[in-house]
Structures are given as structure tokens and as C-alpha cells.
């Protein structure tokens, strides 16, 4: 189905910003695939290179100050490119994302039936330990999803996704912060790509709640989704 | 002259002064604003002319006309605002990217 060939041309990308703690077990856990990794540092207030610099297979990238983590994928995606990768995988810096998932969401790429896979953690069993405001927020995300790009897709915000070179070339992130999620979807939308949504889990940990994004935020991406839709 | 009437034209005196220093390049700008502050100083100096043109619109009071043209004003500013915000966050994010990128780029040569 593939072989380590196509996996030395995969590049992973992980915008990390402050995620010092953990930064270095994700790569770690990543480094076995034999995929290349780009790390952005999205202007942590302390760098992350000492974390992830143990490895001539790891690209670290860091940006001056903070701009937020659509524009650091952006950034990841343009590195990878410019270094030839055939495939792209983002991937969440603080853990919640298993290394396991990462050959499944591939596959399609390989086997040239899709151009961009997204994760999904309500198409897996095993993946109701989130926590239940969580669970509604994500599940109202579908719908604004849904108005704002026109696809219906069972996870609004997954951070784990796996492109091809037409699609990482095709979309260009321009919201800089969370908001990039319903940004890619309206573009996979837009420019008619080949999607597949493949059920992935997300770990739950008392670290990557705590990091993660609040309940709140969900409001903040609402409004910069209206803002962007009304003004440009 | 009341004591309102006092301290808002000097509130007017004071921002047009401010900005006549700032923008001496721009005719356009120059014009806009004396227009602006002659309005001001007009409808500060004699308030009926607010009151009978806010009768002729319907409007009970001079003063309710001139707050609800603010409102509708200010928004409008905030929405041009935030088109330049977007606009310089767009910038900023470009020259941060490139700059990103190249030093990744020397860091790899440096290496082999």
C-alpha cells in the first residue's frame, strides 16, 4: 500500500506555541514513522529549539512573535513545500493526537483517492471521553461550519489533517488564528479538492484540556468567521 | 455662551490644532477636517439650527439627532478600522513568514 519512500516525503507539521512540556515526547513519538517533522514555534516567549533540535530529521521554524496558529500552519506548509514533500500532515503540539492515526489518514493520499483527509474523533468508538460542553460545542461548530463553508463535516476544529501536494498548494490560510479550521474547509469547498473524513482519536488529557482551546473561544472564532465573511 | 458651550469648542479647538500639525501633507485630509470643525463650531455657537433641522427629520431634539449621527458615524469608522487592522495583520504575518523561513533555510545550509 505504501511504502518508507512515501513516508520520507510526508513532512508532519506541528504549530506549537508555549508547549514546552510536551513538545519534545510528541516528537519523539513521531520520530519512528521515519516521516520528516517541522516544528513552527509560533513566538513562544521561550524558545522551543533546545525541545526538538536532538534530530537532524526535524525542521524547526520559529516565528518572531506570536501571529496564532493558522498562520503557523501556513508557515510549516510553505517550508515543506519549498523542501519538496509530497504530503502533508498538521498535527496538534500538546499531545492529543495518536502517532497510530497518522498511516490511516495517509492512505488515502497515497493511494490517490483523496487530496485532503481530515480526522474526525466522532467517527472512532472510542472517543466520547470528551467532555460533554466540549462535545456540544463541536457539534453546534458543524452547523456554523456548515453556513459558513457549505460542507458538513462531523468535526468542526480537528487539528490532525493530511493533504497532498495540489491541495497544500491550493490552500491558503489566511486567518491567523483558530478560525483557519472553517478557512480550509470553505477552500477544499471552493477549489472542489477530493475530501475524506477518517475517525482518528483525540486524548483527552488533564494537559491538553488545560491547553487546549476554552469554551469560549468558540465565540471568539464565530466572530472572526462573521467578521471575515462581511469585510474580507 | 454657557459653560458647555465653552468646553466643547475648545475640545474642538484643541483636536483641530492636533491634527492641522500632524497632516500638513494632505490637501484632501486638510479640507475634510476644516469642513468638520467649522460644522462643529456652527452647531456648538448656535444649537437651534440642530433643533429645527432635527424637527424637519422627525426627530423630537437638535441633541438626539446629533447622537444617533454618531453612532451611525462611528461605526463606520470601526469598520474601516478594523479593514486596516486586517490589512496590517496580513502584512505583518508576510514579512514574519519570509523572515521564518529564510533563517530555516540558513540554519539547513549551515548544517551540511
Not at chain 1, 519523539?28 to 533546545?50: A, F, M, N, T
Not at chain 1, 525542521?59 to 518572531?64: L, Q
Not at chain 1, 472510542?126 to 456540544?136: D, E, F, M, T, Y
Request: charged share 20%; net charge positive; glycine share 6%.
Amino acid at each position: 500500500m505504501y511504502n518508507s519512500d512515501h513516508l520520507r516525503k510526508t513532512f508532519i507539521i506541528i504549530p506549537a506555541f508555549n508547549e514546552k512540556a510536551v513538545i519534545g515526547r510528541v516528537v519523539d513519538d513521531l520520530l519512528p514513522l521515519g516521516c520528516r517533522i517541522v516544528v513552527v514555534d509560533d513566538g513562544s516567549p521561550e524558545e522551543l529549539r533546545p525541545q526538538v533540535a536532538r534530530h537532524n530529521e526535524v525542521f524547526y521554524i520559529r516565528h518572531k512573535v506570536n501571529l496564532g496558529q493558522g498562520a503557523a500552519l501556513q508557515t510549516g506548509i510553505d517550508f515543506a513545500l519549498k523542501q519538496g514533500a509530497s504530503w502533508f500532515v498538521t498535527f496538534d503540539a500538546d499531545g492529543q493526537h495518536s502517532v497510530e492515526d497518522i498511516p490511516a489518514i495517509l492512505t488515502p493520499l497515497f493511494m490517490e483517492q483523496a487530496d485532503i483527509v481530515l480526522a474526525s474523533r466522532f467517527l472512532t468508538k472510542g472517543s466520547h471521553n470528551a467532555p460533554v460542553i466540549k462535545q456540544l460545542i463541536l457539534k453546534a461548530g458543524r452547523w456554523v461550519n456548515y453556513i459558513f463553508t457549505g460542507l458538513y463535516l462531523s468535526d468542526a476544529h480537528n487539528g490532525l489533517r493530511a493533504m497532498n501536494r495540489i491541495a497544500a498548494n491550493t490552500i491558503r490560510i489566511t486567518e491567523n488564528r483558530m478560525a483557519h479550521a472553517t478557512e480550509i474547509v470553505a477552500q477544499i469547498k471552493k477549489h472542489k479538492l477530493r475530501y475524506r473524513e477518517i475517525g482518528a482519536n483525540v486524548l483527552y488529557t488533564p494537559y491538553s484540556k488545560n491547553k487546549g482551546q476554552s469554551s469560549l473561544n468558540s465565540l471568539k472564532i464565530f466572530f472572526d468567521l462573521v467578521l471575515q465573511k462581511l469585510f474580507g | 455662551m454657557n459653560g458647555i458651550q465653552i468646553v466643547l469648542i475648545t475640545a474642538v479647538i484643541l483636536v483641530a490644532i492636533y491634527f492641522f500639525v500632524r497632516l500638513h501633507n494632505s490637501i484632501l485630509d486638510f479640507l475634510l477636517l476644516l469642513a468638520m470643525v467649522t460644522a462643529a463650531l456652527v452647531f456648538i455657537f448656535l444649537p437651534d439650527i440642530t433643533n429645527s433641522i432635527a424637527h424637519k427629520l422627525g426627530v423630537g431634539r437638535g441633541a438626539d439627532l446629533v447622537f444617533y449621527l454618531s453612532i451611525v458615524i462611528f461605526w463606520f469608522v470601526i469598520i474601516k478600522l478594523y479593514i486596516r487592522i486586517r490589512k496590517l495583520e496580513k502584512i505583518i504575518t508576510d514579512v514574519m513568514r519570509k523572515d521564518a523561513l529564510n533563517e530555516a533555510g540558513q540554519q539547513k545550509t549551515s548544517q551540511s
